[in-house]
């Protein structure tokens, strides 16, 4: 095991002591102060602290154990959350499971729970040290080994279940759009994955296009795209080798703050043929579809599960005269609407100082749009500058509900 790796998991009785003493400071400040404390290891003080700062707000049950041991900055921003960690584990169970991509081992704790046997498989060395001394702490029995996932594809028993998160990075540090250019690559392995395994879960990039991956799989039985904090954050495939892509359910989470979700599930054939409503104007409610759905591309199948009407086929926004409580995104209700004519927009935007903008099949940018308005940024009202069927350019004012 190299200097580093020794380092962060034997670290001196001086170095925890700081690392308690100072676990709300501001990591960059401290880093600068590391000769005032000689016989504090301040590299290692410092990741640990900033990792358990970011596991406060991302994986606050780790957290809440004192003895967790943290990676590096790049690993703590690329693991799950322990909410879409909590979704990841609903998905599957059995007897078997194996982790190919181990990483820093939240998805693996959480799927752990559900499964007799759990092995995880991470190539990086210090993250599996990490692993054989965290699992303990949490209660967890998960069989920890230091290898590339693709050879132990090669070499393992058949398991209930496969887990794997590519990474989603070209060679020079780009992100990539396409599963063939994801690490492994998964076209490559598909057949071998559902050969070893009932079920293979795998974790993608948001940024990922999720009509291409179902192209270039042949085996997915359902897709799910999952937000959290208004954020679209993982797409998942469930692949089984009994399983076409011909006809795939998309499942389109929103993770609230509560731990409950809003759940709509289409599919690309229902969103094709599906008859789409266009509204003749904006009525008295307005609404933003989640971003999960965005990213799905559920725009005409809303117009049929919700009493609601598309302001433009590409606008993607909604409207109604009645309230539609449950519609899965942003509900607001209208209080004015202007064209950018200049003596029409001067009346409707008199006595409005700052505003929450955004634009939706729009010619400009919010930034622009924002300067032309002279609106400042937040506050309670709530400006979409978009396109309606007619093809006129209005600006809607709104309360959010």
């Not at 358990?52 to 799950?80: F, I, N």
């Not at 076209?187 to 990922?208: G, I, W």
């Amino acid at each position: 095991m190299s200097n580093d790796k020794l380092r962060i998991m034997q670290i001196s009785a001086e170095t925890l002591r700081f690392i308690r003493e100072h676990a709300r400071d501001d990591v960059r400040t401290l880093a600068l102060q590391a000769k005032k404390y000689p016989q504090v290891d301040m590299a290692v003080a410092v990741t640990q602290i900033a990792g358990r700062q970011t596991a406060e707000a991302k994986l606050p049950t780790w957290a809440g154990v004192a003895d967790v041991r943290y990676p590096k900055h790049l690993s703590m921003e690329q693991c799950s959350s322990e909410a879409t960690a909590r979704y990841k584990a609903t998905l599957v169970e059995g007897d078997t499971l194996v982790d190919l991509t181990g990483g820093f081992g939240i998805d693996c704790s959480f799927f752990s729970r559900r499964f007799r046997s759990s092995v995880y498989v991470e190539r990086q060395e210090e993250l599996c040290e990490l692993a054989r001394h965290n699992f303990p702490l949490l209660g967890l029995d998960i069989q920890v080994h230091h290898a590339d996932g693709v050879s132990y594809l090669e070499t393992m028993q058949p398991v209930d279940c496969i887990y794997l998160d590519p990474a989603r990075r070209d060679g020079h540090g780009g992100k990539t759009v396409a599963i063939s250019d994801c690490e492994p690559n998964l076209c490559l392995l598909e057949d071998r994955l559902v050969q070893q395994a009932k079920t293979v879960l795998v974790k993608l990039s948001p940024m990922l296009d999720l009509s291409l991956a179902l192209k270039e799989l042949k085996h997915v039985a359902e897709a799910h795209v999952v937000t959290l904090h208004h954020e679209c954050k993982e797409l998942l495939l469930l692949l089984r080798r009994e399983a076409s892509s011909d006809e795939v359910k998309i499942h389109c989470e929103q993770l609230l703050p509560s731990g409950e979700s809003r759940h709509f599930v289409f599919t690309q054939e229902q969103e094709r043929t599906a008859d789409c409503p266009l509204a003749a104007e904006v009525e008295e409610y307005l609404y933003e579809p989640n971003a999960s759905i965005l990213k799905a591309g559920a725009y005409r199948s809303l117009t049929q599960a919700y009493p609601v009407k598309k302001l433009h086929p590409s606008s993607h926004l909604y409207t109604s005269a009645s309230s539609v409580p449950d519609f899965p995104g942003r509900c607001f209700k209208v209080k004015a609407m202007s064209s950018f004519g200049k003596k029409e927009l001067k009346s409707f935007l008199q006595g409005l100082e700052k505003a929450n903008l955004t634009i939706r099949n729009f010619p400009s940018s919010v930034a622009d749009l924002r300067k032309r308005l002279k609106l400042k940024e937040g506050g309670d009202d709530y400006l979409f500058a978009t396109t309606l069927a007619d093809g006129s350019k209005v600006l809607v004012h709104c309360h959010k509900l």
